[in-house]
């Protein structure tokens, strides 16, 4: 059974930085993506991440603060996030796909439950 469980969120100031974990179970995928979702607004792409070369793709909200990584042996998903707003409080879902490297959610067939990042100004 394939599975993704995020971890990490949490409450952080303006400024802080927070490490979000998607571990995948089952099977291992072409491509994982980190996606988010704040009330009221549609779900908006945040980087994603080819598992064989690593080749990463980001969102213009994340360039410069946010990285995406992955531990190959922990089949496991990081996305390091610094610099951090209240404009990037959200859930954030861990996302996966087995084509390329896509910035829609329609792209993605396998999601997690998603972890809430609250970010205090």
């Known amino acids: 059974q394939v599975q993704l469980v995020e971890s990490g969120g949490g409450l952080v100031q303006a400024g802080g930085s927070l490490r979000l974990s998607c571990a995948a179970s089952?099977?291992?995928?072409?491509?994982y993506a980190w996606f988010r979702q704040a009330p009221g607004k549609e779900r908006e792409f945040v980087a994603a991440?080819?598992?064989?070369?690593?080749?990463?793709y980001y969102g213009d909200s994340a360039k410069g603060r946010f990285t995406i990584s992955r531990d190959n042996a922990k089949n496991t998903v990081y996305l390091q996030m610094n610099k951090l707003k209240p404009e990037d409080t959200a859930v954030y879902y861990c996302?996966?796909?087995?084509?390329?490297?896509?910035?829609?959610?329609?792209?993605?067939?396998?999601w997690g439950q998603g972890t809430q990042v609250t970010v205090s100004s």
């Open positions: 996302a996966a796909e087995d084509y390329g490297l896509g910035s829609t959610a329609n792209e993605y067939d396998y």
């Open positions: 089952g099977r291992t995928f072409s491509s």
């Open positions: 991440i080819r598992w064989s070369g690593g080749s990463t």
